[in-house]
């Protein structure tokens, strides 16, 4: 109970942080000497002095200690630890709390050579042999040592050396130095230990044959049978060395070579199989005979009986050459944790085994040979079950996530590309829980509205939406710290679709149509057929287009290019425009809407009173291929004078053109045909009738004669005239050029539309003529060079490309047509020799 627990397991010591005192906090493990020095306790001490620190699954940290370990106390069989544990919020341990636990043991008969082998290092002990003093054997002194081996120290029972015993070399060094190596060197009044981390320099891997029998003479008993090697070996940690020491006059040499087991084990049909030869040459040097005394096994130091191993669906083999043990993948004793490769989530089984094989030979009586092993599976990919439960009268998506092991935990979640902590997740519109189990495994429930920012929501068709959540986790695992990401796409089907829909109408020259949005169509976008409706598109064709959000609105005037005619009567004629609402994405149709009216086929034509007619023919539905530049009148030779894709316009006196007119008391009607023939064809495939009537009161002969008209007399007098003069961007001048636009860029024989405008007074009686207009290469109107662009009212002679006027006509905008003059110059540069200017 408390922070920290111990437990006795043989000659080891356990003692166990408590995960739910020492979770999210930093720790420093130290190890506290007799004295009551504390040193603290690293990867590397740990090794060299006999420590193991692992996690458990359930994020607990356990620390075990030999019996033999730096720092601890020995007194006849009790062996005693103390450790302190430093815990900090902060990873400079400031502010930080101080635990000490100090824990005994006690420990079994000795037996001469013992050998363990441990996560993190190996370790031998074996008892030393003092030869019988002799009688009035006078003590050594410092100096007669000192002369015979300097290296030497002159207590009474010292270890002086340690000498490694490599293929190619013998290599020895002095305790010092070996400690400084890394080692781990310590002696009793009893033994000498010596231990070595897997990583320290003189540790060669070597393969050991597992063992068969060789025949020996029938008078040998079975246990004294010599061993030999077959070729399949298991691989060992081998360190093979002898320590030296002296006693008074006595130089001591005793053989400290130790090895473990690095591999030995396979992994088929959802069991783990270890095997551990009997017979291991580096430990077996010298020997004459062998004999089995004790084979024992267990999990997490815990020995095991056999009926223990049964339930558990163990299996200890103690056969003539080898120990095996066989452990079903996932038995109790061992559990799963999460691993990650290549940054896909997965698990692994661990096991931490315990063998104890104890045997007897002929140089060193008892070996007592002890192997913890942790023992893991390859990484297995797991899936990652993702359930989505709609609370749809609480316009919640319910997403569960998992399970996963308690050693993942989630760390943070990619919305919309952007990461967010688990904490801030809520300010994003999500509410995560994590759900635990009995078994310790969890799961996390994210639950998100409906109506949140990162919810996509897409139109399926008959009345529905697909609410779509996607959403990254990122989880880190303990204590590895590997992260891997888990994607999660929730999908939501929910009937609550609402459609756009839309009204139409026509006043005297436009259809109007006006599209009520739904809550599917945010993202679809207006086409007509396939050219996308913008802001710009629209002023290109004069189109009035707004969209507040709520409604979508889009007028057209009767002749315009999108505009379909179709049933053309005298009457009337039907015009109809087709809008359609396109997914911003895939361009998949959406919805389709039109509007139609009838308008007067007057609109279609203009009989003036000086005897122009303005006749403009229509291409109509079903007549696609028609080229309306081939378009003409009855006489042929007149064709139209404005061709667009889908119109054609003629301008000709009712006199020409093959009119042809008939007379009654009352009107002259004037009749023409616009006509379409296919090439070598006389018969027309287009054929549109158009009159003009005229009313006739009577018709009289009226004499004249000419006389001289007084010359026109001028009143004078004095008055403030306000002007402007401004460049539009279109022929439709609808939009001038705004001062922060200038200056503007235009090319060579590009248009350049000007309007002249009289500002003040308004007065109806007025007209606005334009006399002279002239261009100069600078802001003065009075530098050269100077080119004219009207001269007296009309345009340049000169010019290669002749200044056009345009006609004004009322509008909302022109109140008063004869107060403005517009004109149309193609852009051109000056010429100084052959030099063009950079204007």
């Not at 408590?18 to 906090?25: C, L, M, Q, V």
């Not at 270890?159 to 070996?178: G, T």
Request: some cysteine.
């Amino acid at each position: 109970t408390g922070p920290m627990s111990s437990e006795c397991l043989g000659d080891f010591l356990r003692i166990t942080l408590s995960a739910e005192y020492f979770e999210d906090k930093y720790l420093s493990l130290f190890v506290v000497d007799q004295p009551g020095t504390a040193w603290e306790l690293d990867e590397a001490m740990a090794a060299q002095c006999g420590y193991t620190v692992t996690h458990t699954t359930c994020r607990s940290i356990q620390l075990r200690a030999s019996a033999l370990s730096c720092h601890s106390h020995l007194e006849k069989d009790v062996f005693t630890v103390t450790v302190q544990i430093k815990a900090s919020h902060t990873p400079d341990m400031s502010n930080a709390t101080t635990h000490l636990k100090s824990a005994s043991c006690h420990y079994g008969l000795w037996s001469p050579r013992e050998i363990k082998c441990e996560n993190n290092y190996m370790e031998v002990s074996v008892r030393r042999e003092f030869p019988q003093t002799i009688k009035d054997f006078v003590q050594d002194e410092p100096e007669d040592w000192a002369l015979v081996f300097p290296e030497a120290k002159a207590e009474e029972a010292s270890l002086w050396q340690i000498v490694f015993h490599q293929p190619e070399e013998k290599r020895a060094l002095l305790m010092s130095n070996a400690w400084s190596a890394g080692y781990g060197l310590n002696a009793s009044d009893s033994r000498v230990l010596l231990r070595v981390p897997y990583t320290a320099a003189q540790v060669q891997l070597v393969e050991v044959g597992v063992l068969l029998l060789a025949q020996q003479p029938a008078r040998l008993c079975r246990s004294n049978q010599i061993p030999s090697l077959q070729d399949q070996g298991i691989t060992f940690s081998v360190l093979r060395s002898s320590m030296f020491y002296k006693y008074q006059w006595v130089i001591l040499m005793v053989d400290t070579a130790v090895a473990c087991p690095v591999d030995g084990v396979d992994y088929t049909n959802k069991t783990i199989t270890w095997t551990v030869p009997k017979y291991i040459p580096p430990l077996s040097a010298g020997m004459t005979g062998f004999k089995d005394v004790l084979v024992e096994a267990g999990v997490d130091l815990h020995r095991l009986s056999a009926k223990e191993m049964a339930s558990r669906k163990y299996v200890l083999l103690n056969e003539l050459t080898t120990i095996t043990m066989k452990i079903p993948i996932g038995a109790e004793g061992g559990y799963y944790k999460t691993s990650v490769s290549n940054g896909q989530f997965g698990v692994k089984y661990t096991i931490n085994l315990l063998l104890e094989h104890q045997w007897e030979d002929n140089k060193w009586g008892l070996t007592k040979y002890t192997i913890i092993k942790e023992i893991e599976t390859p990484f297995e990919q797991a899936e990652v079950a993702i359930t989505n439960n709609l609370n749809l009268s609480a316009g919640l998506m319910n997403v569960t996530v998992g399970t996963f092991l308690p050693d993942a935990e989630l760390l943070n979640l990619t919305i919309e590309g952007v990461v967010v902590a688990v904490p801030e997740a809520v300010q994003h519109g999500y509410l995560i829980h994590r759900t635990s189990y009995a078994n310790g495994s969890k799961a996390y429930v994210l639950q998100v509205s409906l109506d949140a920012p990162s919810v996509k929501k897409e139109y399926m068709g008959e009345d529905m939406r697909a609410y779509t959540l996607n959403v990254t986790l990122t989880f880190i695992t303990y204590p590895s710290s590997e992260t891997f990401v888990v994607p999660v796409v929730a999908l939501s089907a929910v009937k609550d679709a609402v459609l756009p829909s839309a009204t139409g109408f026509c006043d005297g020259r436009n259809l109007h149509l006006i599209v009520t949005r739904g809550n599917v169509d945010q993202n679809w976008l207006p086409f007509i057929s396939d050219w996308h409706l913008t802001q710009e598109a629209a002023q290109k064709y004069n189109y009035i287009l707004r969209d507040n959000g709520t409604h979508l609105a889009i007028s057209v005037p009767f002749l315009s290019p999108h505009v379909s005619y179709e049933g053309f009567h005298t009457s009337a004629i039907k015009a109809s425009f087709y809008l359609t609402l396109k997914d911003d994405i895939t361009l998949a149709q959406r919805r389709d809407f039109s509007v139609s009216c009838l308008f007067s086929p007057s609109e279609l034509i203009q009989c003036l009173p000086n005897g122009t007619v303005i006749i403009t023919a229509i291409k109509l539905v079903g007549g696609e291929d028609l080229d309306t530049a081939l378009l003409v009148l009855r006489d042929r030779q007149c064709k139209p004078s404005l061709v667009t894709e889908r119109t054609a316009t003629f301008k000709f006196n009712v006199n020409t053109c093959g009119t042809s007119r008939k007379f009654n008391s009352t009107t002259v009607t004037y009749e023409n045909e616009v006509l379409y023939f296919r090439p070598g064809d006389d018969i027309p495939i287009y054929q549109l009738k158009f009159l003009c009537l005229y009313p006739v009161e009577h018709t009289a002969d009226a004499p004249y004669e000419s006389k001289k008209n007084p010359a026109p007399s001028i009143q004078p007098g004095s008055g403030c005239l306000a002007l402007s003069l401004k460049l539009f961007k279109e022929k439709s001048y609808s939009e001038p050029y705004q001062e922060s636009e200038y200056p503007v860029v235009k090319y060579l024989r590009e248009a350049l539309y000007f309007e002249v405008e009289l500002l003040q007074p308004k007065d109806a009686r007025l007209d606005l003529n334009l006399d002279d207009c002239w261009a100069t290469n600078s802001q003065s109107q009075d530098s050269l060079p100077q080119w004219h662009i009207l001269i007296h009212g009309c345009e340049n002679n000169k010019d290669s490309y002749r200044t056009v006027f345009h006609e004004v006509n009322y509008s909302l905008r022109v109140k008063f047509p004869q107060h403005l003059k517009r004109f149309e110059v193609r852009m051109f540069t000056f010429v100084q020799g052959t030099s063009l200017s950079q204007e």
